[in-house]
T-cell receptor, first 116, second 113 residues
């Protein structure tokens, strides 16, 4: 799986959009970008994933550049409960080569702190 | 409600003792995983299982053992051979096909004294 690079930490004011960048310059054509977050002392939670088109769900939006070398996770109206570590993970989707969805390679992620 | 249950939340053991961490899921997922997390670090894969009675080593399997006798259960034993067992342990499960996500339990914090 391709390696990702994320800023160590970011701050955001409550109610504003939080834009979390991720670089994955060695991503392969069949690799998806996944985002998970981990609130302190809890298990990680899936947020969103995408291949090349922009994606949106009830939690966030994912913007992937045309060359797919980087992406941005957007939390449109951050709240204090969004304070967490956000992990950007690149992996082949599906049960490819025997690797199922939960076999994930986590980096250190971005610590997002949302301020009142 | 469907989900993954890890127990206990906190566990203390003396050095040299084996300890078993419990993980149960009622999501009907085929695959289950164990991760370890150290302070300020990301998760690292210990073992995973994609079918009953079968499992594979992850990146840091030394000093750990697992079993998968039932689809719902995937216990992890931290043996006395694990040199630095104090950590936060997370269990997860997922579908093999039709995902896309893995579901994680709330973790067990193991402290060896």
């Amino acid at each position: 799986d391709a390696k990702t690079t994320q800023p160590t930490s970011m701050d955001c004011a409550e109610g504003r959009a939080a834009n979390l960048p991720c670089n994955h310059s060695t991503i392969s054509g069949n690799e998806y970008v996944y985002w998970y977050r981990q609130i302190h002392s809890q298990g990680p939670q899936y947020i969103i994933h995408g291949l090349k088109n922009n994606e949106t769900n009830e939690m966030a939006s994912l913007i992937i550049t045309e060359d797919r070398k980087s992406s941005t996770l957007i939390l449109p109206h951050a709240t204090l409960r969004d304070t967490a570590v956000y992990y950007c993970i690149v992996r082949v989707a599906g049960y490819a080569g025997g690797t199922s969805y939960g076999k994930l390679t986590f980096g250190q992620g971005t610590i997002l702190t949302v301020h009142p | 409600d469907g989900g993954i249950t890890q127990s206990p939340k906190y566990l203390f053991r003396k050095e040299g003792q084996n300890v078993t961490l419990s993980c149960e899921q009622n999501l009907n997922h085929d695959a289950m995983y164990w991760y370890r997390q150290d302070p300020g670090q990301g998760l690292r894969l210990i073992y995973y299982s994609q079918i009953v009675n079968d499992f594979q080593k992850g990146d840091i399997a030394e000093g750990y053992s697992v079993s998968r006798e039932k689809k719902e259960s995937f216990p992890l034993t931290v043996t006395s051979a694990q040199k630095n067992p104090t950590a936060f342990y997370l269990c997860a499960s997922s579908l093999l096909q039709g995902g896309p996500e893995a579901f994680f339990g709330q973790g067990t914090r193991l402290t060896v004294v």
